[in-house]
């Protein structure tokens, strides 16, 4: 099993930018997708972001688009999520997790019940 850490987070002015990491230790991230979710209070776990297992193709939440940037370093097993023009709507715990199988198929690369491995979360809160 794979632990996921995820580092970054904190408080930042409406407009500000936060970059988010996912350290992964005990197994390896390559070969595997890798995904951001977000939960605020009282809702559900969204998903946000998502990079496919060779890391040529990214996948977000169309509100997002533009403003969010998935990468990955499988040399350092990192995954960061950077996160430009904040709003209060992004104020969540953040998410990092990793896909249940190897070479995950791209129509359920948003789907969190497809992904076994998470992160404790870390909070974003954004102020306006």
């Known amino acids: 099993q794979v632990q996921l850490v995820e580092s970054g987070g904190g408080l930042v002015q409406a407009g500000g930018s936060l970059r988010l990491s996912c350290a992964a230790s005990?197994?390896?991230?390559?070969?595997?997708?890798m995904a951001w979710f977000r939960q605020a209070p009282g809702k559900e776990r969204d998903f946000v972001s998502a990079i496919n297992s060779i890391g040529d193709t990214t996948f977000y939440q169309d509100s997002l688009k533009g403003r969010f940037t998935i990468s990955r370093d499988d040399a350092k097993n990192t995954v960061f999520l950077q996160m430009n023009s904040l709003n209060s709507e992004d104020t969540a715990v953040y998410y990092c997790?990793?896909?249940?199988?190897?070479?995950?198929?791209?129509?359920?690369?948003?789907?969190?019940?497809?992904?076994?491995?998470w992160g404790q979360g870390t909070q974003v809160t954004v102020s306006s």
């Open positions: 997790a990793r896909f249940s199988r190897a070479w995950a198929p791209q129509e359920l690369i948003r789907s969190r019940y497809e992904y076994g491995d």
């Open positions: 005990g197994r390896t991230i390559r070969r595997y997708a």
